[in-house]
């Protein structure tokens, strides 16, 4: 049996690694294997995990979020938002790559789309900052980094799914993941302000004159988004919602302050919609793929063979931490966050379980690993974003020497979690306490 469960996680791979569709590969494989080795019957429990899938209230806060942050894409906030901050952040040294990460963070906080974040400041930032001298690399590694913070920062699209995943309160993982978010936009800020000052000459500061600046249009620019992102993640916080009642909020406020910004009209909505149709039924379609390669997986005994491998580690529940984090981090390289969440998250879980493992400490550091997946090659998807958008004078080994530091960031963000769990679990437990949990 052991042949047949590496024999059964090698074709999913090698298949996967062939570009064929995930959600496709992994049912086929779940199909092949369990008819040989399981039988037909085997296979009467699989409609009952798939309406499982189709009937889970909290995972109908996915297509709320992408909604919204398709919306708000169309609705020409992100660039309201960069033009403020450059103009805000353009005196010092390195102060538009500073601004690129706090819009990052903010268009994380709002949107949460990996991909139309990095394209619009890849469109919008990167010209201005090569413009003004910028370094090739340090200006898209900042970019290409910026915008996967819609990872780790509420509300995000992965957070959902691994709560789903590993049966953790969706709310909680909201709340224990905003530290973690502001530790590494922090981070990423720090490394820029030192590398500039270090180095003036790759992120120099603007003149004078093309500062113009004005208070009025900072609040104007900057107020309706916080109003957004405190109107869906504080009704999360304070208890007033539920994430997929508050992932509704987002959706409504997000129509809003588009019509606010005079794009909500009937083609960018029927476009947002179909975007949004498409990326939901992607999301969904690998689940149930990933569902019966689960079930297939345990039923020929995979599951009690990872347990006896990881159980068995030295360090204990050190050592299965270090693989199990190498492990993400190395399959981040070839296979997309999505794939990782479903296909390897259920098998590591339950061996969190048995180790003890506070499971909210543990998904904050897998949500912050799989970041990582976006800006490592050969499959990093925000560093295909950033090419297809880039001038031609930004090549992809600018972009793959520009990533480097903050992928480090990423790592030293990880071991900072693990050193210090309070940094995950201190606010939802204050959460909980002021709810009187």
């Given at each position: 049996?052991?042949?047949?469960?590496?024999?059964?996680?090698?074709?999913?791979?090698?298949?996967?690694?062939?570009?064929?569709?995930?959600?496709?590969?992994?049912?086929?494989?779940?199909?092949?294997?369990?008819?040989?080795?399981?039988?037909?019957?085997?296979?009467?429990?699989?409609?009952?995990?798939?309406?499982?899938i189709?009937?889970?209230?909290?995972?109908?806060?996915?297509?709320?979020?992408?909604f919204?942050?398709?919306?708000?894409?169309?609705?020409?906030?992100?660039?309201d938002?960069?033009?403020?901050?450059?103009?805000?952040c353009?005196k010092?040294?390195?102060?538009?790559?500073?601004?690129?990460?706090?819009?990052?963070?903010?268009?994380?906080?709002?949107?949460?789309?990996?991909?139309?974040?990095?394209?619009?400041m890849?469109?919008?930032?990167?010209?201005?900052?090569l413009?003004?001298?910028?370094?090739?690399?340090?200006?898209?590694?900042t970019?290409?980094?910026?915008?996967?913070?819609?990872?780790?920062?509420?509300?995000?699209?992965?957070?959902?799914?691994?709560?789903?995943?590993?049966?953790?309160?969706?709310?909680?993982?909201?709340?224990?993941?905003?530290?973690?978010?502001?530790?590494?936009?922090?981070?990423?800020?720090a490394?820029?302000?030192?590398?500039?000052?270090?180095?003036?000459?790759?992120?120099?500061?603007?003149?004078?004159?093309?500062?113009?600046?004005?208070?009025?249009?900072?609040l104007?620019?900057?107020?309706?988004?916080?109003?957004?992102?405190?109107?869906?993640?504080g009704?999360?916080?304070?208890?007033?919602?539920?994430?997929?009642?508050?992932?509704?909020?987002?959706?409504i406020?997000?129509?809003?302050?588009?019509?606010?910004?005079?794009?909500?009209?009937?083609?960018n909505?029927?476009?947002?919609?179909?975007?949004?149709?498409?990326?939901?039924?992607?999301?969904?379609?690998?689940?149930?793929?990933?569902?019966?390669?689960?079930?297939?997986?345990?039923?020929?005994?995979?599951?009690?063979?990872?347990?006896?491998?990881?159980?068995?580690?030295?360090?204990?529940?050190?050592?299965?931490?270090?693989?199990?984090?190498?492990?993400?981090?190395?399959?981040?390289?070839?296979?997309?966050?999505?794939?990782?969440?479903?296909?390897?998250?259920?098998?590591?879980?339950?061996?969190?379980?048995?180790?003890?493992i506070?499971?909210?400490?543990?998904?904050?550091?897998?949500?912050?690993?799989?970041?990582?997946?976006?800006l490592?090659?050969?499959?990093?998807?925000?560093?295909?974003?950033?090419?297809a958008?880039?001038?031609?004078?930004?090549?992809?080994?600018?972009i793959?020497?520009?990533?480097?530091?903050?992928v480090?960031?990423?790592?030293?963000?990880?071991?900072?979690i693990?050193?210090?769990?309070?940094?995950?679990?201190?606010?939802?437990?204050?959460?909980d306490?002021?709810?009187?949990?």
């Amino acid at each position: 049996m052991t042949a047949i469960v590496v024999l059964m996680f090698l074709s999913l791979m090698l298949l996967l690694l062939m570009g064929y569709p995930v959600a496709f590969t992994s049912g086929f494989v779940a199909l092949v294997f369990g008819l040989i080795f399981l039988g037909v019957d085997f296979f009467t429990l699989l409609p009952l995990r798939i309406w499982g899938i189709l009937t889970n209230f909290t995972l109908l806060a996915v297509p709320l979020f992408i909604f919204m942050g398709i919306v708000l894409d169309r609705s020409g906030i992100a660039e309201d938002l960069l033009e403020t901050m450059g103009k805000l952040c353009g005196k010092l040294n390195g102060g538009l790559a500073f601004s690129v990460v706090i819009v990052g963070a903010m268009l994380a906080a709002t949107t949460g789309v990996v991909g139309a974040t990095v394209v619009t400041m890849g469109i919008i930032a990167l010209p201005t900052m090569l413009k003004h001298n910028y370094s090739a690399s340090l200006a898209s590694g900042t970019i290409a980094a910026s915008g996967t913070l819609g990872q780790i920062i509420p509300p995000s699209i992965i957070l959902i799914l691994l709560g789903d995943v590993m049966g953790v309160p969706v709310g909680r993982l909201f709340v224990g993941s905003i530290i973690p978010g502001l530790l590494l936009v922090s981070l990423f800020i720090a490394y820029i302000l030192i590398y500039s000052w270090y180095k003036p000459s790759v992120a120099p500061a603007l003149n004078v004159e093309n500062n113009n600046f004005n208070f009025l249009q900072l609040l104007s620019t900057v107020f309706p988004p916080l109003l957004l992102i405190l109107a869906v993640l504080g009704s999360i916080f304070f208890g007033i919602a539920t994430p997929t009642e508050s992932a509704s909020v987002g959706a409504i406020g997000a129509l809003i302050l588009a019509g606010c910004h005079r794009r909500l009209n009937l083609k960018n909505l029927n476009e947002s919609m179909r975007h949004t149709t498409k990326l939901t039924s992607m999301v969904f379609m690998i689940l149930i793929g990933a569902t019966a390669f689960g079930l297939v997986f345990r039923g020929i005994g995979g599951d009690r063979l990872v347990l006896d491998v990881m159980s068995n580690l030295p360090a204990g529940v050190w050592g299965f931490l270090f693989v199990s984090m190498l492990l993400i981090f190395i399959l981040g390289f070839f296979l997309d966050f999505l794939q990782i969440c479903f296909i390897v998250i259920p098998i590591l879980a339950p061996i969190a379980v048995g180790f003890q493992i506070d499971l909210l400490w543990f998904a904050i550091l897998i949500a912050i690993n799989l970041q990582t997946s976006f800006l490592t090659p050969p499959f990093g998807f925000s560093l295909f974003y950033l090419k297809a958008v880039a001038p031609p004078s930004i090549n992809i080994k600018n972009i793959y020497s520009g990533i480097i530091p903050f992928v480090l960031i990423q790592l030293i963000t990880i071991l900072l979690i693990v050193l210090i769990p309070d940094l995950t679990t201190w606010l939802p437990d204050l959460m909980d306490r002021a709810h009187g949990l």
